[in-house]
């Protein structure tokens, strides 16, 4: 089972919705991540956080926003997306950046 | 450029079968490779992570390999199990490099037939 927790599991929304993916650890790691996955692809990088600031934005479009409440959180909002974004988003921790990556199950995204 | 290749893209086996998966990299410099398996839908595990003085690691009935000479790295699967069934993710680091300079192979599906 893995230490990293990503709620919800699966999500449809619509073009014009406002929605959360959430993420947490209790691992102490000081490094998250999220991770966009289509099918059949490699995991892309979309943003890191360590030690709570941002310190990579992979390029991604302003309608996906994330968020660092504290070490342990990481959310990612979803304001205003498009079809070609329905992917499975993954979460990941480390102990520092660079470091061994730990994944969460990810979230399941599709919007109509 | 940096990349990492893959082979073979897909791998049918019979169960208890031994199998191997290669990956090929061109990252430089290079810090570590690590295997991960994805079940379809779920998110990676780690299997193995090894640095440049690392020749073999095993972790049960799975056993990856190095060469950092010749850039290339193996995963072993021995006595394969349908629980195997899974793709298999390589990922080599660059030295010195923040996290987006992890390099994604785009992973061997493997599928273990009874």
């Known amino acids: 089972d893995t230490e990293v927790t990503q709620t919800p599991k699966h999500l449809v929304m619509g073009m014009t919705n406002k929605k959360s993916l959430k993420c947490e650890q209790h691992m102490g790691h000081r490094a998250m991540y999220w991770y966009k996955q289509k099918a059949k692809k490699p995991p892309e990088l979309m943003f890191v956080?360590?030690?709570?600031?941002?310190?990579i934005n992979e390029s991604v479009p302003s309608r996906f926003s994330p968020e660092c409440p504290n070490s342990s959180l990481l959310n990612l909002h979803l304001h205003a997306l498009q079809p070609e974004d329905s992917a499975l988003y993954l979460c990941?921790?480390?102990?520092?950046?660079?470091?061994?990556?730990?994944f969460g199950e990810g979230s399941r995204l599709t919007v109509l | 450029k940096n990349q990492v290749e893959q082979s073979p893209q897909s791998l049918i086996i019979l169960e208890g079968k031994n199998c191997t998966l290669q990956?090929?990299?061109?990252?430089?410099?290079?810090?570590?490779l690590r295997w991960y398996k994805q079940d379809t839908g779920r998110g990676p595990v780690s299997l193995t992570i090894m640095t440049f003085s690392e020749n073999t690691k095993s972790n049960g009935r799975y056993t990856a390999t190095l060469d950092a000479d010749t850039k290339q790295s193996s995963l072993h699967i021995t006595a394969s199990q349908l629980s195997d069934s899974a793709s298999y993710i390589c990922?080599?680091?660059?030295?010195?490099?923040?996290?987006?300079?992890?390099?994604f192979g785009k992973g061997t599906k493997l599928s273990v037939k009874p």
């Open positions: 990922v080599v680091s660059r030295y010195g490099g923040s996290q987006g300079n992890l390099i």
């Open positions: 990941a921790s480390s102990q520092e950046a660079p470091g061994e990556l730990f």
């Open positions: 956080y360590s030690y709570e600031k941002l310190s």
């Open positions: 990956c090929n990299y061109t990252v430089s410099p290079f810090s570590n």
